[in-house]
């Protein structure tokens, strides 16, 4: 049996899982109305206006800095892989492509881009 | 002996003698599905209740003690319990992404559950690329919890939900470098290769190198689960819950489940990449052959769980031992502590296999 159908059958059944719970839960738990129940929970607090608004870009920058670093990553995988085989040459030829990451990393740095305001 | 392979390989003889071949591959399918499903069920309830009474022994308390000898039937009571609690019909919410959410944390943490090796023989899903596998699909949790928090139309969820994300994903960086780092020594993507790469040495002590990645990957791990000193997302006392406030009942039984088993996940992989997985301890001597032989009697399972929950033993340690970071914190410790060092410490391991094995070999 091979990895891709157990793949599959594993994901089914973390579908099966959830809605089997959320039916179970939904059949055994009593069931009540409240206007108040279906309202935002802030401590007890009627809350103001929409929370889908405008959010601080300090979370922004970090994601856009992690999707650069992902990527980097998922090129460094194929020549993680055979790294022994290319030998020095590979390293070589793999440090230009870190250093202009490393770069970016440092600009990112020294932008002040890594400090949280 | 006490392998679980016979049995497997029992069931499908039996199946195939008797059924037709659809049907043997149907139960077979309907087999694997209950069976990752009751482990899954089952290691959640073990760190349930693992949690609550190693914080209670950390506090100076007992824990749980009623329900059951030693209050072993607790995890039992509380999923009992939540089972129970209404699942709140929500007014303001966007229901579709709401329930969307829980599902992608589930399939995330089942799908990255179903990639560990628990014995030589119980193999779940093994791609050949193996690892980037890994790191894929845990990320499908980060998505959750960010659509958990945005759909929930809530202040406090929306804010657990981006420190959560901002958390995850600069986290995530560090982990992947180093598990790289063991791709390169082992030469193969594949988690079965690089547990047999580790049949003889385990690659901790294969270089020093090793330990730098461990060491970070456990960091990068710990705060990847939302806990410990990481826990910012769901800081009790200044977001009330974080990102699942408003996921009532079973609901967020299922987000606290996900959260437990990853972090069993997490160490498992850990013990997979850098305690060599269900591979026994050996001394690689002459003189070490009867040392060698009885640690080849006790069965692989058992030494993947044992090492698997030493790693989630440390983690607890580490949860409650140490106060809660601040978000300009934690980023500085991942940009620039973790970061450079991971990189650093690639570069370093690819010189070793590439410049200093051969030199000495």
């Known amino acids: 049996m091979g990895s891709s159908e157990i793949f599959v059958v594993v994901m089914i059944t973390a579908v099966v899982m959830v809605l089997a719970a959320i039916i179970i839960g939904w059949l055994l738990a009593p069931k009540s109305k409240n206007a108040q129940k279906g309202e935002p929970y802030e401590c007890g607090i009627p809350t103001r206006g929409t929370s889908w608004l405008q959010f601080r870009p300090g979370y922004y920058l970090f994601a856009l800095l992690f999707l650069m670093f992902d990527v980097e990553t998922v090129l460094l995988f194929p020549w993680a892989t055979i790294t022994k085989t290319l030998g020095p040459n590979g390293i070589l030829a793999i440090l230009f492509f870190l250093l202009i990451l490393v770069l970016g990393l440092a600009y990112a740095w020294k932008k002040g881009a890594l400090e949280w305001k | ?361």
């Open chain 2, 1 to 361: 002996m006490l392998e679980v392979g016979g049995i497997l390989s029992w069931i499908h003889e039996a199946l195939s003698s008797s059924c037709p071949e659809w049907l043997t591959l149907l139960i077979e399918y309907v087999l694997i599905g209950v069976g990752f499903l009751a482990l899954y069920a089952l290691i959640a309830l073990i760190l349930i209740l693992l949690e609550r009474k190693v914080c209670a022994y950390y506090q100076c308390r007992l824990g749980p003690m009623r329900a059951g000898f030693w209050g072993l039937l607790q995890p039992f009571a509380d999923m009992i319990k939540i089972l129970m609690k209404e699942i709140i019909p929500l007014l303001k919410n966007d229901k579709f992404l709401f329930f969307t959410a829980l599902f992608l944390v589930i399939i995330g943490s089942l799908c990255t559950f179903g990639a560990l090796q628990f014995s030589k023989d119980l193999v779940g899903i093994d791609f050949n690329v193996g690892v980037f596998y890994v790191l894929a699909i845990s990320s499908l949790g980060v998505l959750g919890i960010l659509l958990a928090g945005w759909s929930s139309n809530n202040k406090y969820t929306m804010i657990g939900a981006m420190r959560a994300g901002a958390q995850l994903v600069s986290y995530e960086l560090s982990s992947g470098l180093s598990l790289l780092t063991i791709v390169i020594l082992g030469g193969t993507m594949q988690l079965s290769g690089l547990i047999e790469a580790q049949s003889e040495t385990w690659f901790l002590f294969q270089t020093p190198f090793t330990w730098i990645a461990m060491v970070i990957y456990l960091i990068a791990g710990h705060a990847e689960t939302n806990r410990g000193p990481f826990d910012l997302p769901e800081a009790e006392s200044e977001l009330t819950a974080g990102y699942h406030i408003e996921y009532s009942g079973i609901t967020f039984g299922l987000f606290y489940v996900g959260e437990y088993v990853n972090m069993f996940t997490i160490a498992g992989i850990g013990t997979m990449v850098f305690l060599g997985g269900w591979q026994p301890f050996h001394i690689n001597a002459e003189w070490a052959a009867g040392f060698n032989g009885v640690m080849d009697m006790i069965p692989t399972w058992l030494w993947f769980f044992a090492k698997a929950f030493g790693l989630v033993m440390l983690s607890l340690w580490v949860r409650w031992s140490f106060p809660r970071l601040r978000i300009d914190q934690l980023l500085h410790l991942e940009w620039k502590i973790l970061m450079p060092i991971s990189l650093l410490n690639m570069l370093l391991m690819a010189l070793w296999v590439t410049v200093l094995v051969p030199l000495f070999a």
